[in-house]
């Protein structure tokens, strides 16, 4: 069957918080890897309200890092966590939000990632995040996405590594000029989602929406892959 997948960095709910719902909805993702989704006061209620007004419910527990998994009505949570990722002194604390879902008898294991601005610290979470999501992914039998704010160019080291483990969707379908910040003049893909190779990529490109949606959201565009998984 043919799932939607995306992502979308939300800065933090700090623009247009209507706006953000339209985009989102506007998506019609089955499963949404959200980062800088609200962490401090009122961060659960918040993120509910979010989701409940694209159509969407929270399958992810925690906080830490900022990132999120949302679903869709089509898609049965079967597992999700929010895992830490390893500490670097002065900087950010940085998390995977993993969720496993199934939809028609087609799984994903799906994780939502943010990446740091930092060198060191943006390689060695991409390569324990591959790590972590392919235990759990083969853990429930299930294919494997990995999306979120890379933070780098595609021609930069964490970003190849990612493409050399999982398909880079945009690379493989692409549909539109692929770029995501800034939201307001766009002139970098940064934001990306990585399936398991396999993994039928239909198509993978940004959202329909108003212009004034997409720039009043959000200081990132969102991303959403199509893709075929199962028999």
Request: with cysteine.
């Amino acid at each position: 069957m043919t799932l939607r997948v995306g992502t979308y960095n939300l800065h933090g709910l700090r623009d247009s918080v209507p706006a953000l719902a339209r985009v989102i909805a506007g998506a019609r993702a089955d499963v949404l890897c959200v980062q800088e989704a609200p962490r401090f006061l009122r961060w659960r209620s918040r993120r509910a309200a979010l989701a409940a007004a694209s159509g969407l419910s929270v399958a992810t527990p925690g906080r830490v890092g900022g990132v999120a998994v949302l679903v869709g009505p089509r898609a049965r949570v079967l597992h999700a966590e929010t895992r830490r990722l390893r500490a670097f002194l002065g900087l950010e604390r940085r998390a995977l939000a993993v969720a496993v879902v199934q939809a028609e008898g087609a799984r994903l294991a799906v994780g939502s990632l943010h990446l740091d601005l930092h060198d060191a610290a943006r390689m060695r979470h991409a390569v324990e995040a591959v790590a972590l999501m392919e235990d759990v992914a083969a853990g429930y039998g299930a294919a494997l996405v990995l999306a979120g704010d890379v933070n780098e160019h595609p021609h930069r080291p964490a970003w190849r590594y990612l493409a050399g483990r999982l398909a880079d969707c945009y690379a493989v379908a692409p549909e539109g000029d692929g770029l995501t910040f800034p939201a307001g003049k766009p002139s970098a893909r940064i934001d990306g989602v990585f399936a398991a190779r396999g993994t039928h990529v239909v198509s993978c490109g940004g959202v329909r929406a108003a212009s004034a949606d997409l720039t009043g959201a959000s200081d990132h565009l969102p991303v959403v892959a199509e893709l075929r998984v199962g028999h």
